[in-house]
Protein backbone atom coordinates (compact mmCIF):
# COMPACT_ATOMS: atom_id res chain seq x y z
CA UNK A 1 0.00 0.00 0.00
CA UNK A 2 3.36 2.39 -0.11
CA UNK A 3 3.15 2.75 3.50
CA UNK A 4 6.03 1.48 5.81
CA UNK A 5 5.94 -0.93 8.37
CA UNK A 6 7.64 -1.67 11.39
CA UNK A 7 8.48 -5.83 12.35
CA UNK A 8 9.40 -6.63 16.23
CA UNK A 9 11.11 -9.94 16.91
CA UNK A 10 12.67 -11.61 19.79
CA UNK A 11 15.36 -13.77 18.52
CA UNK A 12 18.10 -12.47 15.85
CA UNK A 13 17.75 -15.66 14.11
CA UNK A 14 13.68 -14.47 13.01
CA UNK A 15 15.09 -11.17 12.56
CA UNK A 16 18.16 -12.50 9.95
CA UNK A 17 15.51 -14.70 8.31
CA UNK A 18 13.04 -11.48 7.97
CA UNK A 19 15.82 -9.58 6.58
CA UNK A 20 16.27 -12.39 4.16
CA UNK A 21 12.73 -12.99 3.01
CA UNK A 22 12.51 -8.94 2.49
CA UNK A 23 16.27 -8.96 -0.04
CA UNK A 24 14.66 -11.97 -2.24
CA UNK A 25 11.42 -10.19 -2.91
CA UNK A 26 13.61 -6.88 -3.06
CA UNK A 27 12.46 -4.95 -0.44
CA UNK A 28 14.97 -2.21 1.84
CA UNK A 29 14.70 -2.65 4.95
CA UNK A 30 16.71 -1.49 8.12
CA UNK A 31 17.44 -3.29 11.06
CA UNK A 32 18.39 -2.59 15.05
CA UNK A 33 19.76 -6.13 16.41
CA UNK A 34 22.57 -6.18 19.00
CA UNK A 35 24.92 -6.40 16.35
CA UNK A 36 23.59 -3.17 14.84
CA UNK A 37 26.57 -0.44 16.07
CA UNK A 38 25.32 2.73 14.06
CA UNK A 39 21.65 3.05 15.14
CA UNK A 40 20.78 6.33 14.51
CA UNK A 41 21.70 5.80 10.56
CA UNK A 42 19.17 2.72 10.52
CA UNK A 43 16.82 5.20 12.24
CA UNK A 44 17.40 7.66 10.13
CA UNK A 45 17.08 5.81 7.12
CA UNK A 46 13.94 4.40 8.24
CA UNK A 47 12.08 7.62 9.40
CA UNK A 48 13.74 9.61 5.99
CA UNK A 49 14.23 7.43 2.89
CA UNK A 50 10.69 6.78 1.02
CA UNK A 51 12.98 3.60 -0.64
CA UNK A 52 12.84 2.16 2.78
CA UNK A 53 9.59 0.28 3.28
CA UNK A 54 10.52 -1.54 6.43
CA UNK A 55 12.06 -1.54 9.84
CA UNK A 56 12.93 -5.08 11.70
CA UNK A 57 13.82 -4.41 15.55
CA UNK A 58 14.76 -6.46 17.86
CA UNK A 59 12.51 -6.33 21.40
CA UNK A 60 15.08 -6.20 23.70
CA UNK A 61 17.42 -3.10 21.84
CA UNK A 62 14.74 -1.46 18.98
CA UNK A 63 12.14 -0.64 22.67
CA UNK A 64 13.90 2.21 23.80
CA UNK A 65 14.66 5.89 22.47
CA UNK A 66 13.80 5.50 18.88
CA UNK A 67 11.21 7.50 16.82
CA UNK A 68 9.62 5.27 14.17
CA UNK A 69 6.58 7.54 13.00
CA UNK A 70 7.26 6.85 9.73
CA UNK A 71 4.96 4.35 9.92
CA UNK A 72 1.81 3.59 12.14
CA UNK A 73 1.75 -0.22 11.61
CA UNK A 74 3.85 -2.74 13.85
CA UNK A 75 3.92 -6.60 13.48
CA UNK A 76 4.84 -8.52 16.69
CA UNK A 77 6.75 -11.59 15.05
CA UNK A 78 7.06 -13.15 18.63
CA UNK A 79 7.70 -11.60 22.04
CA UNK A 80 9.41 -11.74 25.41
CA UNK A 81 7.56 -11.98 28.55
CA UNK A 82 8.29 -8.16 29.77
CA UNK A 83 5.31 -5.99 30.13
CA UNK A 84 7.60 -3.15 30.32
CA UNK A 85 9.59 -4.53 27.03
CA UNK A 86 6.06 -4.44 24.98
CA UNK A 87 4.61 -1.40 25.81
CA UNK A 88 8.19 0.29 24.91
CA UNK A 89 8.24 -1.21 21.86
CA UNK A 90 4.77 -0.51 20.73
CA UNK A 91 5.33 3.00 21.72
CA UNK A 92 7.85 3.55 19.04
CA UNK A 93 5.07 4.14 16.47
CA UNK A 94 3.13 6.08 18.79
CA UNK A 95 4.76 9.03 19.70
CA UNK A 96 4.33 13.10 19.23
CA UNK A 97 5.09 13.50 15.55
CA UNK A 98 2.33 9.96 14.36
CA UNK A 99 -0.06 11.43 12.60
CA UNK A 100 -2.10 8.33 11.64
CA UNK A 101 -4.00 5.68 14.17
CA UNK A 102 -1.81 3.23 14.93
CA UNK A 103 -2.37 -0.60 14.76
CA UNK A 104 -0.44 -2.83 16.25
CA UNK A 105 -0.50 -7.37 14.39
CA UNK A 106 0.19 -10.23 16.60
CA UNK A 107 1.15 -13.04 14.67
CA UNK A 108 0.37 -15.78 16.74
CA UNK A 109 -0.45 -19.61 16.27
CA UNK A 110 -3.05 -21.38 18.41
CA UNK A 111 -1.00 -23.94 20.50
CA UNK A 112 2.48 -22.05 20.48
CA UNK A 113 4.85 -20.33 23.15
CA UNK A 114 3.96 -17.01 21.61
CA UNK A 115 0.33 -17.57 22.66
CA UNK A 116 0.44 -18.17 26.40
CA UNK A 117 3.38 -15.06 26.06
CA UNK A 118 0.66 -13.21 24.59
CA UNK A 119 -2.09 -14.26 27.39
CA UNK A 120 0.46 -13.41 29.96
CA UNK A 121 1.09 -9.80 28.71
CA UNK A 122 -2.88 -9.21 28.58
CA UNK A 123 -3.01 -10.75 32.45
CA UNK A 124 -0.20 -8.02 33.32
CA UNK A 125 -1.89 -5.26 31.85
CA UNK A 126 -5.25 -6.37 33.51
CA UNK A 127 -3.35 -6.17 36.75
CA UNK A 128 -2.18 -3.19 36.04
CA UNK A 129 -5.07 -1.35 35.10
CA UNK A 130 -7.00 -2.92 38.04
CA UNK A 131 -4.25 -1.39 40.44
CA UNK A 132 -4.45 2.08 39.11
CA UNK A 133 -7.94 1.99 39.07
CA UNK A 134 -8.31 0.60 42.33
CA UNK A 135 -5.87 3.69 43.41
CA UNK A 136 -7.66 6.14 41.87
CA UNK A 137 -11.10 5.38 43.46
CA UNK A 138 -8.98 6.21 46.52
CA UNK A 139 -8.40 2.56 47.86
CA UNK A 140 -5.01 0.61 48.60
CA UNK A 141 -5.09 -2.58 46.45
CA UNK A 142 -2.50 -3.70 48.85
CA UNK A 143 -4.24 -3.27 51.99
CA UNK A 144 -5.37 -6.79 53.52
CA UNK A 145 -8.85 -6.95 55.59
CA UNK A 146 -8.70 -9.19 57.84
CA UNK A 147 -12.56 -10.41 59.69
CA UNK A 148 -13.40 -9.84 63.25
Known sequence: EGRKLVIIARFLPEILAIGKMLTKKGIRYTQISGE??????????????PGV??????????????????????????????????????ARIHRVGQHQPCTYIHLVARGTVDEKVLKALRDKASLAKMLVDETRAGHNPFHIRTGG
Open 36 to 49: IRDRDAQVAAFQND
Open 53 to 90: AVFIGQIATAGLGITLTAASTMIFFSLDYSMSNYEQTR
